[in-house]
Structures are given as structure tokens and as C-alpha cells.
């Protein structure tokens, strides 16, 4: 199986950027697609972007379409997620994690393996 840890997270600025990371281990980073999601307080997990094992797919939730962009370099077993114009609502612990399907999948029941999460606060 796969370990996932996640960093970058932090606090910014409205209108700032973040860049997310997300190292695995264990087992090849290509073995998976993947999927970045996020919990605000008091708030549901929610899906925020997918990409297929291969990167050649991605899909974004409404909310951070154009603001936000996911990858991946499998030769580094590592994610990404690539935060510009952040608002407020963004605000929310985001986890990364793994789904064995390798396709896009927006859905938390395929994904296998999450991370631990990281904190990220976007101040207005």
C-alpha cells in the first residue's frame, strides 16, 4: 500500500497563492489516480480536483476551476496542487489521496489511501 504525507499548507493573504505537496511512499505514485479534497470547520469533506494516473486527466469542482491546478511527477512520486487567487472559503484542511481505479473520479468512496491532511487559512 501507499503512504501519503502532505505539506505546504500555511497562511496567506486573499488573492495569494499556495502550492500544496503530497509525497508517497510504500509503492509507486503511478500505481494510483489521485485526488485532492478538503474540510472546512463544521463543513463535510468536499472533493477539490482529480487527476489520472498517467496525468492526462484532470477535473476541477466548480469552485476552484480556473484558480487552481493539480499534478503530478511520477518520477518523483509526488502531487501537487497549485493554489493562485485565494479567497476565504478556501479556508480548510486538504488531503490528498489515492484511488486504485487510476481513472478521475470525484467521488470519496473509490479513493483507498489519504493523507494526514495540512492546515491551509486564507485571511481577507
Known amino acids: 500500500q501507499v503512504q501519503l504525507v502532505e505539506s505546504g499548507g500555511g497562511l496567506v493573504q486573499a488573492g495569494g497563492s499556495l502550492r500544496l505537496s503530497c509525497a508517497a511512499s510504500?509503492?509507486?505514485?503511478?500505481?494510483?489516480?489521485m485526488g485532492w479534497f478538503r474540510q472546512a470547520p463544521g463543513k463535510e469533506r468536499e472533493f477539490v480536483a482529480t487527476?489520472?494516473?498517467?496525468?492526462?486527466?484532470?477535473y476541477y469542482a466548480y469552485s476552484v476551476k480556473g484558480r487552481f491546478t493539480i499534478s503530478r511527477d511520477n518520477a518523483k512520486n509526488m502531487l501537487y496542487l497549485q493554489m493562485n487567487n485565494l479567497k476565504p472559503e478556501d479556508t480548510a484542511v486538504y488531503y490528498c489521496?489515492?484511488?486504485?481505479?487510476?481513472?478521475?473520479?470525484?467521488?470519496?468512496?473509490?479513493?483507498?489511501?489519504w493523507g494526514q491532511g495540512t492546515q491551509v487559512m486564507v485571511s481577507s
Open positions: 489521496a489515492g484511488s486504485a481505479g487510476l481513472v478521475v473520479t470525484d467521488l470519496e468512496k473509490d479513493y483507498d489511501y
Open positions: 510504500g509503492r509507486a505514485l503511478s500505481n494510483y489516480a
Open positions: 487527476i489520472s494516473w498517467n496525468g492526462m486527466s484532470t
